[in-house]
């Protein structure tokens, strides 16, 4: 009979965002572990929660038809005292426990990103100790749940240099380690609580990973902490191991991986048990540890409705009660404006009909035009629980801004030119009723959202705009929406052939090579096939399978399962061309950030999935 386990220590894709490390999607991952019967999975990458609202979207599809199956949301931290150079780097497993809890690792991350810095050649993104006891301070214990990670932890970590140090009779050094033990281990029940941290041990065979197994039992004797299994997946299978290896080989050469990640992958009970024999480790009493963590994690959702994001305006008078500026039968929406307890929508009527009086044009047809238009936002505004009056009143604020920066600014385009108020808001520069374009075409009752209203300014002052909002908002209440690159079908031939290796290509397969064979993969009105329709056709797009390529491929043993495996792999993030998101006085109640290459903050959920979350842009 299977064992209820719950595995806390998991990576996918988006682990890859400073270095190359898995290869693993986030939904083929919790169906695997769905396949071998987990109670549920927590995903924890590295420094990364930009999978966390793919992760919502599948939670929300299977939740009915895996109802006792939880996905948990966490992330792998570096966890240190200090930001100083040259120091270990020390990795620590945090799980959200709640949307609290999510809350709480937004801000962690968002501020481990903010302060990132290059360290003997790569970017490192640690926390300190301090910032984490701040944070818990601030929303209580309880919301967050720890673990001491894997041999790159500090329990870990130190466990294995005492045991070393002990062995060759070196006490000074076994002491020190022995102490930064006890005191890790104390900071932590300190910090998150008792009931809230536990230890984590790895089913692995190597020696450094056996020796640290064997003690732990011990160690949780001493200090009366439960252990917990963490299959630290960064591929799928054992079999998908040779992939993984190509992987990580395409990008700094050869790489000391066999015997770290040589149980790397999402390991069934079997598995597990074989390789925590001669440890003294007890499987059941294990997974009992993770079941408890388990019962700790609580549903949640990312998904919040779309919120506007305001700006001060000019407090109307608030018309009085019996005083009736519109016909309340010809304009029941304007006449409600006028009596609203809503300074954003009394500033969008008056300033509306001072511009209609000053252009002369304050008749029945504009204003009927513009009861129109305020029904339909009133109506939206009222689904979405956001005031959407505070919309284009935002636009007009910030193209007044970008006017003050030197920039010129678009007459408009597309279907944002048919408002009424967006021109009279100066949003928009034609008169919608004098060129006939429909209000609908926009916005209307059906569609629940915030409609785009694209404004062009001259690219030489984006930044000089940037800075005047951040001055007027902070740091993060203007942030560029960031993007995800992906291993693309020409990109996986030639990292799939840069880390090919073999008896006989033990320097992988020749550049000249990778371009003979990505040259073979068709285009159709300037689309690459994919390596899928390549190799085995895809009949509802009338694709045969490419021979000439399927040919050159298999001539050497294990490419294709290596391109297969590679292609589509979120591997960078880059900024987006004109997406830009602002934030209120609090940005991690709904989003968290990170640093694009070139120092630029941006944020850690791409466009789609920031406006899953609620974001305003």
């Avoid at 769905?34 to 939740?63: C, F, M, N, P």
């Avoid at 511009?355 to 044009?361: D, I, P, R, V």
Wanted: charged share 25%.
């Amino acid at each position: 009979m299977t064992i209820s386990r719950f595995d806390i220590h998991n990576h996918t894709h988006y682990s890859n965002l400073r270095l190359v490390d898995c290869t693993v999607r986030p939904r083929q991952l919790i169906d695997r572990a769905i396949e071998l019967g987990l109670t549920g999975i927590a995903i924890t990458d590295h420094e990364s929660l930009g999978g966390h609202v793919e992760l919502d979207r599948i939670q929300e599809e299977y939740k009915d038809k895996y109802p006792n199956f939880k996905i948990v949301r966490g992330n792998e931290i570096y966890l240190t005292d200090t930001r100083d150079k040259g120091q270990y780097y020390y990795h620590h497993i945090l799980l959200a426990l709640d949307a609290t809890g999510h809350k709480m690792l937004r801000e962690l991350s968002s501020t481990a990103w903010i302060n990132s810095y290059f360290d003997r050649g790569m970017e490192r993104v640690p926390t300190l100790k301090s910032e984490v006891e701040a944070v818990v301070g601030k929303y209580g214990q309880g919301h967050l749940y720890a673990s001491a990670a894997c041999l790159a932890g500090e329990v870990n970590h130190n466990l294995s240099q005492m045991i070393q140090a002990e062995q060759i009779g070196d006490t000074q050094t076994a002491n020190k380690c022995h102490n930064n033990i006890v005191n890790f281990i104390l900071w932590c029940e300190n910090t998150y609580g008792k009931d809230y941290f536990s230890l984590e041990v790895a089913p692995g065979r190597s020696d450094e990973q056996l020796a640290v197994n064997s003690r732990m039992g011990n160690l949780a004797h001493a200090f009366d902490l439960p252990i917990v299994i963490g299959c630290d997946t960064h591929y799928l299978r054992k079999e998908d191991r040779f992939v993984h290896k190509a992987f990580l080989n395409s990008k700094d050469g050869e790489r000391e991986i066999d015997s770290f990640y040589s149980y790397a992958y999402l390991q069934s009970e079997e598995e597990i048990r074989e390789n925590l024999k001669g440890t003294g480790l007890d499987y059941n009493e294990l997974c009992a540890s993770s079941m408890k963590i388990w019962d700790k994690c609580q549903y949640y959702s990312l998904a919040h409705k779309q919120q506007v994001p305001q700006v001060p305006v000019p407090d109307f008078p608030k018309e009085n009660k019996g005083s009736h500026k519109y016909d309340t039968k010809k304009y029941p929406t304007l006449d409600y404006l006028m009596h609203s307890d809503n300074p954003q929508e009394r500033y969008w009527i008056n300033y509306c009909q001072e511009q209609l009086e000053k252009k002369g044009l304050n008749n029945e047809t504009y204003l009927s035009r513009l009861e129109e238009e305020a029904d339909i936002n009133k109506v939206i505004g009222d689904k979405l629980d956001t005031c959407m009056f505070a919309y284009p009143i935002f636009l007009q604020h910030y193209i007044n801004l970008f006017w003050e920066c030197g920039s010129t600014v678009g007459a408009g385009r597309g279907s944002a030119c048919s408002g009424l108020n967006h021109w009279l808001l100066n949003v928009t520069q034609l008169d919608p009723v004098v060129n006939e374009l429909p209000y609908w075409r926009y916005s209307n009752k059906e569609r629940v959202e915030l409609g785009d209203i694209d404004i062009d300014l001259a690219p030489s002052k984006r930044e000089l705009v940037f800075q005047k909002i951040r001055e007027e908002r902070g740091q993060l209440g203007c942030v560029q929406v960031c993007t995800y690159g992906t291993i693309s079908t020409k990109a996986a031939v030639k990292v799939a052939c840069r880390g090919y290796r073999s008896q006989e290509y033990q320097e992988g397969i020749d550049l000249d090579e990778a371009e003979y064979i990505s040259s073979l993969i068709p285009s159709e009105r300037g689309f690459l096939w994919n390596l899928s329709d390549c190799f085995y056709g895809n009949k509802e797009k009338d694709r045969a399978p490419v021979k000439n390529f399927i040919s050159a491929v298999e001539k050497y043993g294990g490419l294709k399962d290596i391109l297969l495996g590679i292609e589509g792999l979120v591997t960078q993030r880059g900024i987006h061309a004109s997406g830009v998101n602002f934030y209120d006085e609090d940005p991690y109640k709904t989003a968290c950030f990170m640093k694009a290459k070139n120092g630029a903050i941006i944020t850690q959920y791409s466009l789609h999935d920031a406006e899953y979350c609620g974001d305003g842009r």
